[in-house]
């Protein structure tokens, strides 16, 4: 029951990457519409930077996604888990783990609603800048 409730949620970070998508498209035609062009580049650069991060967190999460429909369909068994951190370790995806050590699913489960935790703040970042330019762009260059 707890991997099913945690794939739901891992699934919603999908709408969370579509959703910072849109507004980064949003942010970025309206302030390239609304602001001189030096302004403009910098504020796009800057929601660029925030849409980077928050698609390297749903990349993580859409790899937990698939990787926790396979432990519900099979049993979560020592080898499928040492072979799944032996693999973000390869590359880099994880620090570093002690020789012969195992995560557990609670500390996985821990690590997977930090990522989920980040994509949200990211979003909500994008959320945040999108008004702070545009209030930026009336005030001094409207």
């Known amino acids: 029951m707890e991997?099913?409730?945690?794939?739901?949620?891992?699934?919603?970070?999908?709408l969370i990457n579509r959703s910072s998508w849109a507004i980064f498209i949003i942010t970025a035609l309206s302030i390239a519409y609304l602001a001189p062009f030096r302004f403009a580049i910098i504020a796009i650069l800057l929601a660029f930077v925030l849409l980077i991060a928050q698609?390297?967190?749903?990349?993580?999460i859409a790899m937990d996604y698939e990787f926790f429909q396979?432990?519900?369909s099979e049993s979560p068994s020592i080898e499928n888990l040492e072979a799944f951190d032996q693999?973000?370790?390869?590359?880099?995806?994880?620090?570093?783990?002690?020789?012969?050590?195992t995560r557990s699913l609670e500390s996985?489960?821990?690590?997977?609603?930090?990522?989920?935790?980040?994509?949200?703040?990211?979003?909500?970042?994008?959320?945040?800048?999108?008004?702070l330019l545009l209030i930026m762009v009336l005030c001094f260059f409207g």
């Open 87 to 101: 693999i973000l370790l390869k590359h880099k995806l994880i620090k570093n783990l002690e020789p012969d050590t």
């Open 55 to 60: 698609t390297y967190y749903a990349l993580r």
């Open 3 to 14: 991997i099913s409730v945690l794939i739901a949620l891992l699934k919603q970070g999908k």
């Open 70 to 72: 396979l432990l519900q």
């Open 108 to 131: 996985r489960i821990a690590g997977i609603i930090c990522l989920v935790k980040l994509q949200i703040t990211y979003l909500v970042l994008q959320v945040a800048l999108y008004p």
